[in-house]
């Protein structure tokens, strides 16, 4: 199984950025799709997650209503629209998935850095 995240980058405040997280060696309809980021000096923090059967939605409190998780089938690809940014949203973001029937993420790709300037 693997999981790679792509997408992050240096953007300026109120702007937009999508991640993106392709997924391989998954029974997809067993699992669900998180994002998760960490910034400098704090704990990792939940941003959304999606089960790809019935694309089912979280979002963290932080995020609700400028964040959008979505899956695309097609491409077995997770995405995070990440729309009015804020400089308190600059953190690596990394992408993650759980068998549905699990509590803990089980397997995590790699992070990928957004900065937000003011």
């Known amino acids: 199984v693997q999981l790679q995240a792509s997408g992050g980058g240096l953007v300026q405040a109120g702007r937009s950025l999508r991640l993106s997280c392709a997924a391989s060696?998954?029974?997809?309809?067993?699992?669900?799709f998180g994002w998760f980021r960490q910034a400098p000096g704090k704990e990792r923090e939940f941003v959304a997650s999606i089960r790809w059967s019935g694309g089912i939605t979280y979002y963290g409190d932080s995020v609700k209503g400028r964040f959008t998780i979505s899956g695309d089938n097609a491409k077995n690809t997770v995405y995070l629209q990440m729309n009015s940014l804020k400089p308190e949203d600059t953190a690596v973001y990394y992408c993650?998935?759980?068998?549905?029937?699990?509590?803990?993420?089980?397997?995590w790709g790699q992070g990928t850095l957004v900065t937000v300037s003011s």
């Open positions: 060696g998954f029974a997809f309809d067993d699992y669900a």
């Open positions: 993650a998935a759980k068998r549905v029937t699990v509590g803990k993420y089980e397997y």
